[in-house]
């Protein structure tokens, strides 16, 4: 299957800090989407991204699509301690008529220490 | 409206029994994905299904099976349970046959296998 490459696999930062992490794909997406999981829940959407180029913002994130479409990114500003969690990027090929089949990255897991 | 709700929340089962887990999507959703997400293997794709037939399938052996109902709930069965079988097993519900679309998950079943 497809995979998504996505770095870094952790970290551990001050609050008030921002936070970059990525993820990249051997594959062209149509669509990506970041999702934030906490322990012992499913994953909660954050962001969906549908053109290359997009910048989208919710609040304190920001996401972008890449430009080449293998790619994308998520950005935190001024980290607080409910940031805390395992964050997934996913996408999808988007190929008509192959169904809404989503491929994940392997996560990054954020610290936030107070 | 109400999001995806997952049946059981958890479960424990002995090795070579089976379980079935439930899914409820999203009202007027019509896909419905099951991932298994373990620490090691990360969120990988079990199958999905639509209008009541199987639409995509992941490389999982023939012990993990699935259905869908004419009102979209949809449920997933393992079959001869191994201790590896041990995870939590994801449901996501999305809007059917769109290019450009979003996953939402539910909280998700834990099943421990002993």
């Known amino acids: 299957g497809q995979q998504l490459n996505q770095s870094p696999q952790s970290m551990f930062i001050q609050e008030g800090e921002d936070v970059s992490m990525n993820c990249t794909s051997s594959?062209?997406?149509?669509?990506w989407l970041w999702y934030k999981q906490d322990p012992g829940e499913g994953p909660v959407l954050l962001i969906a991204l549908y053109k290359a180029g997009e910048l989208t913002s919710n609040g304190r994130l920001t996401a972008q699509f890449g430009i080449t479409r293998k790619d994308s990114f998520l950005n935190i500003s001024a980290s607080i301690p409910s940031d805390v969690g395992i964050y997934f990027c996913a996408g999808q090929l988007g190929v008509p008529n192959t169904g809404n089949q989503f491929y994940f990255g392997t996560g990054t897991s954020l610290t936030v220490i107070p | 409206k109400a999001g995806v709700t997952q049946t059981p929340r958890y479960l424990i089962k002995t090795r070579g029994q089976q379980v079935t887990l439930s899914c409820s999507p999203i009202?007027?959703?019509?896909?419905v994905s099951w991932y298994q997400q373990t620490p090691g293997q990360g969120l990988q794709f079990l199958f999905e299904?639509?209008?009541?037939?199987?639409?995509n399938k992941g490389n999982f052996p023939g012990r993990f099976s699935g259905r869908q109902f004419s009102n979209s709930r949809s449920e997933m069965n393992v079959s001869t349970l191994e201790l590896g079988d041990s995870a939590l097993y994801l449901c996501?519900?999305?809007?059917?046959?769109?290019?450009?679309?979003?996953?939402?998950f539910g909280q998700g079943t834990r099943l421990t296998v002993v």
């Open positions: 299904y639509f209008s009541e037939t199987q639409r």
């Open positions: 996501a519900s999305s809007f059917p046959g769109r290019m450009n679309t979003e996953a939402f």
């Open positions: 594959s062209i997406f149509n669509t």
């Open positions: 009202s007027g959703h019509r896909s």
